[in-house]
């Protein structure tokens, strides 16, 4: 069983995204905030990390460097955004995202099942 850890401020998107997620087998767990996602990462083995592009307390680009500080570079990070430009997408592969996908299509069970099995959960 697959350990994912999604870092999402919104209690209602977790329920979704963990809704949408749990159905394909992963133990799911769940932080509000960079450092709260720190926190759990240190105590437990986490296979992916799912974020949200802003968090309570940091955003992405300073979550990717604080997982680096930390020594976790070697967990995929699957950005989950509303966010459409092109340019702007890329800029998130630079930084080290593994994977990327729109809010909208969390709920688009083709484009979910396509996602899951290029990173190796389905």
């Given at each position: 069983?697959?350990?994912?850890?999604?870092?999402?401020?919104?209690?209602?998107f977790q329920l979704i995204v963990?809704?949408?997620?749990?159905?394909?087998?992963?133990?799911?767990?769940?932080?509000?905030?960079?450092?709260?996602?720190?926190?759990?990462?240190?105590?437990?083995?986490?296979?992916?990390?799912?974020?949200?592009?802003?968090?309570?307390?940091?955003?992405?680009?300073?979550l990717v460097e604080r997982l680096?500080?930390?020594?976790?570079?070697?967990?995929?990070?699957?950005?989950?955004?509303?966010?459409?430009?092109?340019?702007?997408?890329?800029?998130?592969?630079?930084?080290?995202?593994?994977?990327?996908?729109?809010?909208?299509d969390i709920g688009n069970e083709?484009?979910?099942?396509?996602?899951?099995?290029?990173?190796?959960?389905?």
């Amino acid at each position: 069983m697959k350990n994912i850890l999604y870092v999402e401020h919104s209690k209602l998107f977790q329920l979704i995204v963990e809704e949408r997620l749990s159905k394909y087998g992963c133990n799911f767990l769940k932080a509000k905030s960079g450092e709260e996602a720190i926190e759990i990462l240190n105590n437990e083995a986490i296979d992916y990390i799912f974020s949200a592009k802003v968090l309570e307390d940091m955003d992405i680009e300073d979550l990717v460097e604080r997982l680096y500080e930390n020594g976790f570079n070697d967990i995929p990070i699957i950005l989950i955004s509303s966010i459409e430009e092109i340019k702007e997408i890329k800029d998130f592969f630079k930084l080290g995202i593994t994977d990327y996908i729109l809010k909208n299509d969390i709920g688009n069970e083709e484009t979910l099942d396509t996602l899951l099995k290029d990173i190796g959960i389905k």
